[in-house]
């Protein structure tokens, strides 16, 4: 009597969600309590639904209720603490929303603990146990909860689907392996499952096996990286150390040029005024016989001046004055046009040595090329946008569509004049630079006639701009490369030589660059990539993109993003 009497005290005052003892009991309008935590958790999820209900009575709340906590039910769950009583045991633990349901318990649900793909119903503890217990039962295959277990059933026969048709790929009962698949390949649930499961087991080995493969890959990168990082420290470190001897160095010259020409200035200084002090005593001395002869020469007395006369001692000549030669107000100006010169092939020796580096730097490649792309959506993984610069357009050449397009015209147009702008050839190059990988496309709209033609080019951004010669032509010097379209083939060309290509023309031509590894391909652009021409050399400046077109043609760089 006291044990029902317990379990009854349990059950009211229970959370009807969590199934334990009421915590911070709250009490909705309709009249049922739940822990706070429980009913506003509860109802959060349903407002995301866009309803807010009781979960026992399914009263609809709109809007949702301000919940406040029942201090009665709260003193009393505390008062039943006291007297030992516990939250209910697991046999008593309810299904919530959230819950596979006890589908043999009546009235309120208990929560499943096992589904039977057998029976096709969850079971309770309680009502499991005859699966447990009795020994045909005990062959019916158990699993975790699950609300799926209807899908097992045929929709056609409603009988458990045990078969499996390998021709229509799709899970069947055994009457349909006998009526509309009886001409089909099939074969049990569990055969099939078999098959699949050692096709899994292969595949995970093979998955299994490039995590490993992969992850000696991740090992190794990750060493590489720290090789990269302790070389390029050191690299920084002996290159500081060498400039901080190179400045040193020059410290130490510039000190012995300024040490070398103050002592010369002190000697010259000593020197001028030596002379100059011999110079104001011949002064003093001039001074002194010039009053003399001015006292003797103011006197009245004859006779005393013409006694006097003979005892003048004669003018000497001057020893320094008339020997003084000057030279030009240079002074030192010859050492400093010697500094300068020095600086000047120091800076040449820099600017030279700087190019150098910056190539062996460039250069610097841990790892190992990747293999050219194959297909067109391979190729536009590294698609690039391309426009063309108006200040390197022949006047002939009309830039539109964003400067994507040109078009060869009659007439020259109204540009400015620019160093960068080729004066003699119908030619323009990209604003773009172009290093690492790069694709791009171009769309050709040959002229009629015998001079109907379009290039597409790549180029040393350094490339002769002004005058006629060969030197400033795509193709025919060693700075460029270019192939040539007209209505019937392609020509290649590369300081002056000529390859001719011989593949259908298209309209459209795709060039992919690998700067780093050196490669330049060109491509016709239709259904397929048919490659035209492939180019290993080694780059040692940055690429341009460039076009020709003669008159009534047009080439337009294709937009790829």
């Known amino acids: 009597m006291e044990k029902q009497e317990n379990h009854l005290a349990r059950e009211r005052f229970s959370c009807w969600i969590c199934v334990d003892l009421l915590k911070d009991p709250v009490t909705t309008v309709c009249g049922h309590s739940y822990c706070k935590s429980c009913i506003n958790t509860h109802w959060d999820k349903e407002e995301q639904r866009g309803s807010c209900s009781c979960p026992q009575c399914r009263q609809t709340f709109t809007p949702r209720p301000v919940l406040e906590t029942s ?82 059933i045929c929709s056609r026969h409603d009988e458990v689907m045990k078969m499996f048709c390998r021709t229509d790929q799709q899970c069947i009962c055994y009457l349909c392996s006998v009526e509309e698949h009886k001409d089909q390949n099939t074969v049990s649930a569990a055969a099939e499952r078999t098959e699949r499961q050692r096709e899994l087991g292969l595949r995970r080995q093979t998955i299994q096996q490039r995590v490993q493969d992969t992850e000696k890959d991740v090992k190794l990168l990750q060493q590489e990286e720290e090789a990269v990082n302790g070389s390029a420290d050191k690299a920084v470190e002996d290159s500081e150390e060498i400039f901080t001897e190179l400045i040193r160095l020059l410290e130490e010259r510039s000190s012995d040029v300024e040490q070398q020409i103050r002592s010369q200035q002190e000697t010259e200084v000593s020197r001028v005024r030596e002379l100059q002090e011999r110079l104001e005593q011949e002064i003093t001395e001039l001074k002194r016989k010039d009053h003399v002869l001015k006292q003797l020469s103011d006197t009245e007395d004859h006779n005393q001046l013409l006694q006097n006369y003979p005892s003048l001692s004669p003018l000497s000549g001057s020893t320094h004055s008339s020997n003084i030669s000057i030279r030009p107000l240079r002074d030192f100006e010859d050492v400093t046009a010697a500094v300068s010169q020095v600086r000047g092939r120091l800076q040449d020796i820099l600017s030279e040595t700087e190019t150098k580096i910056l190539q062996i730097v460039s250069q610097v490649d841990v790892l190992l090329p990747q293999p050219e792309p194959e297909t067109r959506a391979d190729f536009l993984k590294y698609s690039q946008e391309i426009t063309m610069d108006p200040n390197t357009a022949d006047r002939y050449l009309l830039l539109s569509e964003g400067n994507r397009k040109v078009t060869h015209m009659r007439k020259a147009q109204c540009y400015s004049d620019h160093t960068d702008r080729f004066t003699c050839w119908d030619q323009v190059l990209s604003r773009e630079s172009l290093t690492g990988r790069c694709y791009w496309e171009v769309e050709v709209g040959v002229g009629r006639g015998m001079w109907g033609e379009v290039g597409v080019a790549v180029t040393y951004k350094n490339i002769r701009r002004a005058g006629g010669t060969h030197a400033c032509i795509f193709g025919y010097n060693d700075e460029s490369w270019s192939l040539s ?77």
């Open 71 to 152: 201090t009665m039910l709260a003193d009393l769950v505390e008062e039943l603490k006291k007297t030992g009583l516990q939250a209910a045991p697991a046999d008593h633990c309810y299904a919530g929303p959230e819950d596979v349901a006890c589908d043999v318990c009546t009235g309120r649900k208990l929560k499943a603990l096992k589904s039977c793909l057998n029976c096709l119903a969850s079971y309770c503890e309680k009502h499991l146990q005859p699966n447990l217990q009795s020994p045909p039962l005990k062959k019916h295959k158990l699993v975790e909860p699950s609300e799926k277990l209807q899908k097992n």
């Open 485 to 561: 379209c007209d209505k019937n083939n392609y020509d290649f060309y590369y300081n002056s030589i000529k390859t001719l290509v011989s593949e259908p023309v298209s309209c459209t031509v795709g060039v992919y660059q690998d700067h780093r590894a050196g490669v330049l391909s060109f491509y016709s652009v239709s259904d397929t990539m048919t490659l035209l021409h492939r180019v290993q050399t080694t780059f040692t400046q940055p690429l341009y993109a460039g076009v020709w077109v003669n008159p009534g043609s047009t080439a337009e760089f294709c937009k790829l993003k």
